[in-house]
T-cell receptor
Framework: DAGVIQSPRHEVTEMGQEVTLRCKPISGHNSLFWYRQTMMRGLELLIYFNNNVPIDDSGMPEDRFSAKMPNASFSTLKIQPSEPRDSAVYFC????????????FGQGTRLTVV | DQQVKQNSPSLSVQEGRISILNCDYT??????FLWYKKYPAEGPTFLIS?????DKNEDGRFTVFLNKSAKHLSLHIVPSQPGDSAVYFCAASDRGQNFVFGPGTRLSVLP
């Protein structure tokens, strides 16, 4: 398996634009997580899904952030409108189940909002 | 308020010596703890974990110690190697439902 695949690897956008980050989890994994990493706050869990259903989105910072998982092999994290403080590395991770505590991470998307 | 703290943002160790990375947590509901290693431009990779029913877990050069009464865990790497240079994240979970990560400690192993 190729592991968790995220795209794009790098994204530079202007403030106010919509940004969509994409993730393909490992096949057969039922849980998917979105994280954000910044220098100030370290690694933060934004939202996670189990069997394509959002379970906990309490980490999503604002209503500008939304995430979807239309099927077992694809998820998106959208920021609309984007702001400079959203600049960070966004990681997607998947695991076999919600109670399986080992998660496999993608390589991340580095987002820069100017 | 940070529930998981790694108070040392960076640590430098000589090759061959022991590296000790520390982590403190505040939530007594946490019952599973993990360490992740992250190289630049890569996602974090799982390193080792420990359940609250144990106080030690060992995997090769890596050992994690858990002191529940002090709400403290540590990762020992011995002997340290230059390839161990990375950022190490401590994470805590309550029954696998929620994950909280520490801010990370950057380890530099000097040859």
């Amino acid at each position: 398996d190729a592991g968790v695949i995220q795209s794009p690897r790098h994204e530079v956008t202007e403030m106010g634009q919509e940004v969509t980050l994409r993730c393909k989890p490992i096949s057969g994994h039922n849980s998917l997580f979105w994280y954000r990493q910044t220098m100030m706050r370290g690694l933060e869990l934004l939202i996670y899904f189990n069997n394509n259903v959002p379970i906990d989105d309490s980490g999503m910072p604002e209503d500008r952030f939304s995430a979807k998982m239309p099927n077992a092999s694809f998820s998106t994290l959208k920021i609309q409108p984007s702001e400079p403080r959203d600049s960070a590395v966004y990681f997607c991770a998947s695991s076999l189940s919600i109670t399986n505590t080992e998660a496999f991470f993608g390589q991340g998307t580095r987002l820069t909002v100017v | 308020d940070q529930q998981v703290k790694q108070n040392s943002p960076s640590l430098s160790v000589q090759e061959g010596r022991i590296s000790i990375l520390n982590c403190d947590y505040t939530n007594s509901m946490f019952d599973y703890f993990l360490w992740y290693k992250k190289y630049p431009a890569e996602g974090p990779t799982f390193l080792i974990s420990i359940s609250s029913i144990k106080d030690k877990n060992e995997d090769g050069r890596f050992t994690v110690f858990l002191n529940k009464s002090a709400k403290h865990l540590s990762l020992h790497i011995v002997p340290s190697q230059p390839g161990d240079s990375a950022v190490y994240f401590c994470a805590a979970s309550d029954r696998g439902q929620n994950f909280v990560f520490g801010p990370g400690t950057r380890l530099s192993v000097l040859p």
